[in-house]
Each structure stands twice: as structure tokens, then as C-alpha cells.
């Protein structure tokens, strides 16, 4: 059967970053729960100490959200902070974004109605690609 017209989406920003597994280490060892208050959710900090390899886990995180400061095309500027953007994981595993506050005021002027993240990681490096969606 063919999708109807009202499911298309367009696509209106996309963003990656790549935030080596290292550099999360040493902000986690020098900075603490001072640091991950400031970059993270209380659920994200749950869900990351609740895996193996809390670094690479925190790591894909922070890329998500650079990832979506870049779909958006604003980086990290005009009132936005890390803790705009969320990484939650469905029970399957797969990742989902909450993206609130200024951030979402910036998503919603621009159409945005829809985000799709994706996340990997190496014992180097963590990786996140965002794709932010809309009404056709
Ligand atoms: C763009 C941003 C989100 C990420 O920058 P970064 O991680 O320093 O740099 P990256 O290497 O990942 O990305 C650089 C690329 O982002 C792209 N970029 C720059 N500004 C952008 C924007 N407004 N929108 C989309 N993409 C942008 C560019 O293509 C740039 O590459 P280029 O210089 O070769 O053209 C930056 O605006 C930012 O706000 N970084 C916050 C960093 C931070 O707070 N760190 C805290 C550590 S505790």
C-alpha cells in the first residue's frame, strides 16, 4: 500500500559529532557529578552508571547533543545548554531524543517536529548522527 501524503516528512537539519572516549574520561575523573550535572539529565547520569563503559555512554550522549545544537544550525549559542537535549533509550536499546527548553523554542520556529538520533561507539571515540524532521 503506498504511505499516505499526510506521513511524508521533510528533512530540515542534520548534524554529527564526535567526542573522543578519553576526553569524557577525564572530565568524568576531574569534574565529577559536578560536570555531569551541568552536561546531563538525572535520567541520562541514571541510565549511563547503570552500563558497562560509563564513559563511552556518556560520551555518545554528549554527542547527541552537540549533533543536534549542529541540525539546528545554531551550535551552542542563543540560550541553549547541554541540558536542553536528552538522550532516553527505549527497552529495546534504541536511543530517542527529548530536546526541550530553548532548544525546542529554536526546533519549533523552525518547523521541527520530529528528531531521529543515532549513536556508536569505538574504545576511541563515541559517535552521534541527528536528524531533525517536519510537515512536508
Ligand atoms: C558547533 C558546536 C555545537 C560544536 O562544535 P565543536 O564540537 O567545537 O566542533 P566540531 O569539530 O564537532 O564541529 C565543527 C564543525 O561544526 C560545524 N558547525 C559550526 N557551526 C555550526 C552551526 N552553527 N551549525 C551547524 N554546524 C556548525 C562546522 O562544519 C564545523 O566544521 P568546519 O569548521 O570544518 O566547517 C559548537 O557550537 C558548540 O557549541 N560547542 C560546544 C562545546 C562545549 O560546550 N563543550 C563543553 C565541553 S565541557
Known sequence: MAPSLSSRVRII????????V????????????HF???AFSPQEIAD???QRREAERFASRFAAKEAVFKA???GMTNGITLLDVAV?????????????????????????TQWHVSLTDTDAYSM?????????
Open 48 to 50: 549511563c552508571r547503570a
Open 22 to 33: 578519553e576526553r569524557m574520561y577525564r572530565l568524568i575523573l576531574d569534574h565529577g557529578d
Open 88 to 112: 532516553e533509550s527505549l527497552p529495546s536499546g534504541r536511543p530517542t531524543l527529548i530536546v526541550r527548553a530553548r532548544a525546542a523554542e529554536i526546533a519549533a520556529a523552525q518547523g521541527i
Open 13 to 20: 537539519g542534520h548534524g554529527i559529532d564526535l567526542v573522543p
Open 36 to 38: 555531569l550535572a551541568r
Open 128 to 136: 552521534a548522527s541527528v536528524i531533525a524532521c517536519g510537515p512536508d
Open 72 to 74: 539546528l544550525g545554531t
